[in-house]
C-alpha cells in the first residue's frame, strides 16, 4: 500500500506537441547554447552525490476559503555528469565551462486535490497538480548564478507556458551554515493564469462573475539555507514572498494579497555511489507494482491510519521497473 500520484494520459495533440518541444531541446541541449535551474535543491549535495530526505512545505492556497497547502515530500536525488533526478524534477544536463543547460520535467504546485475544494471553486471544474517540460540555462555571474528556464504544460492541463529568470547569490554557500538569497521574474502567459485562476462562463454565478486573468508577471524573494549536522546528515529550508499579478489578484476566486508567502523545512542524507569492483556488475533489479489513489495524505497512509482507496478520482498506476542500485 502507499501514496500514488497519478495522471491521465494526455492526448495525441499533446504528446506529439512535447515531442517536437523535447527534440528541438535536445538540438538546443546538444549545441550547448540552451537550458537551466531554478531548483532549490541544486547545490545542496556535492557534483555527482546522491541523498535520501524528506520535506515539508507550508504555503497559503491562493483560493478564498482553502486551507493552507501543506505537503510532506520523500525526497531522493541523484546527480551524474549527464543526468539528475529529484522527487519532482528530472533532466538532462551539460555543464561547459560556467554554463549548465538543462532538458528537464518537473512538477507544478498549484491546483486542489477533489476531496478538499475551496469554498470559492466550489461546482467550477478542478485545477489539477500540473507537469512541464522546460529547458533553460545557467551561468556563473559574479558572485552568484543567473539562469532563463522556458517551461509549458505536458499535463494536457492548462496548456499554458512560463518564462521564468532568477538570480541565486553564492557568495555565502559555504561552511558549516550556507545560506544564498533569490529573486525570480516569471511572465505566465493567459492559458496557464486563465486555467488555474479563471472562471469559464458556464462556471459562474451572480457572487462569482465569469473572468479570465490574462497572461501578467510574477516576481518572488526569498533566501535558501542549509546547516550541515554531519559528514552526511544536514538539515535545509527556504522562506519565500511571491507577489502574483495583478490579473490574479482580481480574481473572484482568489485572496486578494499582494504577498504569499511560503516556507520549506527539509532533512537530507548523502552519499556517494560505490561503484562496483573491478570485473563485476552491480546486479539488476526488477519489480512490478500496482496502487490506485486515496484521499489520505501520505503520512495518515504510511502509519496505517488510513487504508481507503475510495476517492472521487478513481484512479490508479501499474508499472514495471528495472535498474541497478546506486
Given at each position: ?53 524528506m520535506q515539508f512545505r507550508f504555503e497559503p492556497s491562493p483560493y478564498i476559503g482553502a ?260
Open positions: 500500500m502507499g501514496s500514488v500520484i497519478s495522471a491521465r494520459l494526455p492526448s495525441k495533440r499533446t504528446m506529439l506537441r512535447n515531442l517536437c518541444i523535447s527534440a528541438a531541446a535536445a538540438v538546443c541541449l546538444a549545441a550547448g547554447e540552451v537550458s537551466a535551474n531554478g531548483d532549490p535543491l541544486t547545490g545542496l549535495l556535492a557534483p555527482g552525490d546522491a541523498g535520501v530526505g486551507d493552507t497547502n501543506t505537503d510532506f515530500l520523500p525526497l531522493a536525488t541523484y546527480d551524474s555528469e549527464y543526468f539528475y533526478l529529484q522527487t519532482y524534477r528530472a533532466g538532462l544536463k551539460l555543464d561547459r565551462g560556467g554554463w549548465r543547460n538543462e532538458l528537464f520535467i518537473r512538477r507544478r504546485f498549484e491546483g486542489f486535490a477533489s476531496n478538499k475544494v475551496p469554498e470559492s471553486m466550489t461546482g467550477m471544474a478542478k485545477r489539477s497538480v500540473g507537469a512541464d517540460v522546460g529547458i533553460g540555462t545557467e551561468h556563473d555571474w559574479g558572485n552568484g548564478a543567473a539562469w532563463v528556464e522556458l517551461l509549458t504544460d505536458a499535463s494536457d492541463n492548462s496548456h499554458g507556458s512560463e518564462l521564468r529568470l532568477g538570480y541565486r547569490y553564492e557568495a555565502f554557500w559555504n561552511g558549516r551554515l550556507r545560506w544564498r538569497p533569490y529573486l525570480t521574474l516569471s511572465y505566465r502567459n493567459a492559458k496557464l493564469n486563465n486555467y488555474y485562476y479563471g472562471v469559464q462562463p458556464d462556471e459562474a454565478t451572480p457572487e462569482r462573475p465569469a473572468y479570465q486573468p490574462g497572461g501578467g508577471f510574477n516576481l518572488e524573494a526569498g533566501v535558501q539555507l542549509t546547516y550541515r549536522l554531519t559528514e552526511r546528515w544536514q538539515v535545509f529550508g527556504g522562506v519565500s514572498l511571491l507577489a502574483p499579478s495583478s490579473g490574479v489578484r482580481d480574481s473572484p476566486v482568489v485572496e486578494d494579497t499582494a504577498i504569499v508567502p511560503s516556507v520549506t523545512i527539509g532533512l537530507m542524507y548523502g552519499f556517494t555511489p560505490d561503484k562496483a569492483p573491478a570485473g563485476e556488475r552491480k546486479p539488476l533489479i526488477m519489480r512490478a507494482y500496482y496502487g490506485k489513489s486515496s484521499e489520505c495524505d501520505l503520512f495518515p497512509i504510511i502509519t496505517l491510519q488510513c487504508t481507503s482507496t475510495n476517492t472521487q478520482d478513481n484512479t490508479g498506476v501499474a508499472a514495471f521497473e528495472i535498474g541497478q542500485t546506486l
